[in-house]
């Protein structure tokens, strides 16, 4: 068993000056920049920011998918049996594919330094994507990104 690091925080508790910032922070980030001020205030009400430490794992591989992850500050590794699939920096996301499916997690995912995310629940997560076609939309093309990328690497 691993130490747990994280350290949640309700965004609905955190002050109204890095409420801003976080919702700053989110209209910069394409996932969400089609969002208006009251769409994102309602995600955060609902969403948990984490930290952790350089080498913590966030996701484990075949464990069931609870939870979406925004990366807000720091960077991550995808790894499968100690290969690195992808690394993914602030405001790339990851954890979707297990929620999409309900398989168990396809890879490990790493914080290859210190990383703060906003963690969604998968009813959460759900939810976004049935109410915003724009959303919904970005995922795909960042999914089939990866898939384009995923194949070109096993080609290489
Ligand atoms: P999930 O399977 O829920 O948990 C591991 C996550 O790693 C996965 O969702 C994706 O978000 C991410 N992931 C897996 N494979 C890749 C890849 N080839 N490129 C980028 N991200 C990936």
């Given at each position: 068993?691993?130490?747990?690091?994280?350290?949640?925080?309700?965004?609905?508790?955190?002050?109204k000056?890095?409420?801003?910032?976080?919702?700053?922070?989110?209209?910069?980030v394409?996932?969400?920049?089609?969002?208006?001020?009251?769409?994102?205030?309602?995600?955060?009400?609902?969403?948990?920011?984490?930290?952790?430490?350089?080498?913590?794992?966030?996701?484990?591989?075949?464990?069931?998918?609870?939870?979406?992850?925004?990366?807000?500050?720091?960077?991550?590794?995808?790894?499968?049996?100690?290969?690195?699939?992808?690394k993914?920096?602030?405001?790339?996301?990851?954890?979707?594919?297990?929620?999409?499916?309900?398989?168990?997690?396809?890879?490990?995912?790493?914080?290859?330094?210190?990383?703060?995310?906003?963690?969604?629940?998968?009813?959460?997560?759900?939810?976004?994507?049935?109410?915003?076609?724009?959303?919904?939309?970005?995922?795909?093309?960042?999914?089939?990104?990866?898939?384009?990328?995923?194949?070109?690497?096993?080609?290489?």
């Open positions: 068993m691993h130490l747990n690091h994280e350290l949640p925080q309700n965004i609905a508790s955190l002050a000056e890095s409420e801003k910032a976080l919702i700053a922070k989110l209209h910069s394409p996932l969400f920049s089609g969002l208006k001020e009251k769409q994102l205030k309602s995600i955060l009400a609902g969403a948990k920011q984490r930290a952790y430490p350089e080498g913590e794992v966030i996701v484990a591989e075949g464990e069931a998918g609870v939870a979406f992850y925004l990366i807000l500050d720091g960077a991550v590794e995808v790894k499968k049996k100690g290969k690195v699939l992808a993914l920096g602030s405001g790339n996301f990851f954890g979707e594919m297990s929620l999409l499916d309900r398989n168990p997690r396809s890879s490990d995912v790493v914080a290859s330094k210190p990383t703060t995310v906003l963690a969604l629940s998968s009813w959460e997560f759900q939810g976004l994507l049935e109410s915003n076609n724009e959303i919904a939309m970005s995922l795909l093309k960042t999914l089939t990104h990866r898939l384009r990328e995923s194949g070109q690497s096993l080609s290489d």
